[in-house]
């Protein structure tokens, strides 16, 4: 991913685009011609096939700027000698997509779409774009016959901007079925100068194919960006350790262990931590299960733990400066005194899996969150906690732009004061004062995390990071990245145990 590449809400894109236009650096024909150029560069670079001999394209452009795009896209096929259509959803609605449309020539109707695709090789899908503010099914059913064509294998389709029907600013399909089958399902989707949230989240990843950034000029990159942003790799030098230091400088994660029979979740944690370089990781334990727990480590301390006055004496060691607590735990009275110690402390906490639990029961727990704190919910946890926004984030969207994970995730982050990472296929990080980060989807996919104990891991890891000196915030993104990362080095076959392992991997590729 480059450096460069931004994510923003279309809003924020458009008035970038209109600020740039207004200034008189570029026009909005300009930015049309660029644009098109980059569909076509980036078709021919994802299938080099298409360069060697012509081939035929039909090209649906809706009443837009985004139908100016296909129009333009038309044109430079035809001029590499492509057989080129046009059919588009009524006549052009902008002067910049009329003027591209007058570049073009004869168009067909969209309602009078051939049922089959025979004979074509590619389909632009330049219909809606990232304006859509209304389900795609009640523009009819044209769709249809394209899907009908990629199952056969006949077309590949590219789509500009996003596909249509798909809400750009969160990765949901409106409708009343809200289906992907309401959408253009892409095999690649080329955007310009940013990626929208909705080729992260939600239906986004799976529709929209390799998403491919197209910049758009000088002009345009320096506009501002908004509240969203992409995780990127965190900084080498952040990560190494300082050659005099000695290990309590680098700090002592506490993990807080459920009971026997239910200490794995709390190891995965305290490996996670260690390998990420905190100087000491101990285990609180409860009597009954030390026994177990001290055969099953070795560089990872153990301690008894029974209760949560036995946590404020173990507190007592300032050295203990991030704590983990939830995975394995258990959701009964001695542990919602653990969490509710832990969080009277003020010390920096990663809570996961079973003290999200809690938290979820209890208005006084959730009182006693504070801006050390980092929650890791998945979707499940998450529509404990907060409730009311799960169940918006499932109600069909039948206008855009849609609710979105972005805007759970940022909504209770302020609800709680503490940072939120929602877990998922694209990871949302968000904090108390609005911004939010956004890791996977259609960038940066690891699905064999999709396995159980990995978010454990990823706890210890964010912990590991606080116990260095990391801020919270700081240390949640960079540990979803390092755990994205070692995911997607170890790949097919991964379980959680794999993780903390590849992570020395991970830091040499960075060049820690």
Not at 168 to 196: M, N, Q, Y
Not at 302 to 326: F, H, I, Y
């Amino acid at each position: 991913m480059s450096a460069d590449v931004r994510c923003l809400t279309t809003a924020q894109m458009r008035e970038i685009e209109a600020a740039a236009i207004r200034g008189g650096s570029v026009s909005g024909l300009e930015l049309m011609e660029v644009a098109s150029r980059g569909v076509v560069e980036c078709v021919l670079r994802h299938w080099p096939g298409f360069k060697t001999t012509p081939h035929r394209a039909l090209v649906l452009c809706g009443p837009g700027n985004n139908g100016g795009d296909g129009y333009g896209v038309a044109r430079l096929l035809a001029d590499r000698g492509w057989t080129v259509e046009v059919y588009a959803m009524g006549a052009p609605a902008t002067d910049d997509a009329q003027a591209m449309a007058a570049r073009w020539g004869a168009v067909g109707d969209l309602a009078q779409l051939p049922e089959g695709l025979a004979g074509y090789d590619l389909v632009v899908d330049a219909l809606l774009g990232n304006g859509l503010t209304r389900p795609f099914e009640t523009f009819g059913a044209q769709q249809y016959a394209v899907a009908e064509a990629q199952r056969t294998g006949a077309v590949k389709v590219v789509s500009v901007d996003v596909p249509s029907g798909l809400c750009a600013d969160s990765g949901r399909v409106l409708g009343a079925k809200g289906a992907p089958t309401d959408t253009i399902h892409a095999d690649l989707t080329v955007t310009f100068e940013t990626v929208f949230p909705g080729h992260l989240l939600g239906e986004g990843p799976g529709l929209c194919g390799p998403v491919r950034v197209v910049p758009l000029g000088r002009a345009v990159a320096a506009g501002r960006g908004g509240l969203t942003e992409l995780v990127r790799a965190p900084d080498a030098v952040s990560l190494r350790k300082a050659d005099a230091a000695h290990k309590y400088e680098h700090g002592h994660v506490l993990v807080l262990s459920g009971g026997a029979g239910h200490t794995g979740a709390a190891r995965l944690a305290a490996r996670g931590a260690l390998r990420t370089g905190a100087g000491a990781v101990s285990l609180a334990v409860p009597d009954a299960a030390l026994a177990q727990v001290a055969a099953q480590v070795t560089a990872v301390m153990v301690r008894g733990v029974a209760d949560g006055a036995a946590l404020g004496e173990a507190l007592e060691d300032t050295r203990l400066n991030a704590l983990v607590l939830g995975p394995g735990l258990g959701v009964g009275r001695r542990e919602a005194d653990l969490t509710a110690t832990a969080l009277a402390s003020g010390r920096a906490a990663v809570l996961d899996a079973d003290a999200i639990t809690l938290l979820a029961g209890s208005d006084t727990l959730r009182g006693g969150l504070h801006g050390r704190c980092v929650l890791t919910p998945h979707d499940g946890e998450f529509s404990r906690l907060c409730p009311d926004l799960s169940e918006r984030l499932a109600e069909v969207p039948h206008e855009g732009p849609a609710f979105s994970r972005v805007d759970a995730a940022r909504a209770a982050a302020r609800r709680l004061g503490a940072v939120i990472v929602l877990k998922g296929p694209a990871t949302v990080i968000a904090e108390p004062e609005g911004r939010v980060w956004v890791h996977g989807g259609a960038l940066r996919a690891a699905p064999w995390l999709a396995t159980a104990g990995s978010g454990d891991v990823l706890a210890g890891i964010i912990a590991g990071l606080i116990a260095r000196g990391w801020t919270p915030l700081r240390a949640a993104c960079a540990g979803v990245w390092l755990h994205a990362e070692a995911a997607r080095g170890i790949g097919a076959g991964l379980i959680a145990e794999d993780l903390p392992d590849a992570l020395p991997g991970v830091f040499r590729s960075l060049g820690v």
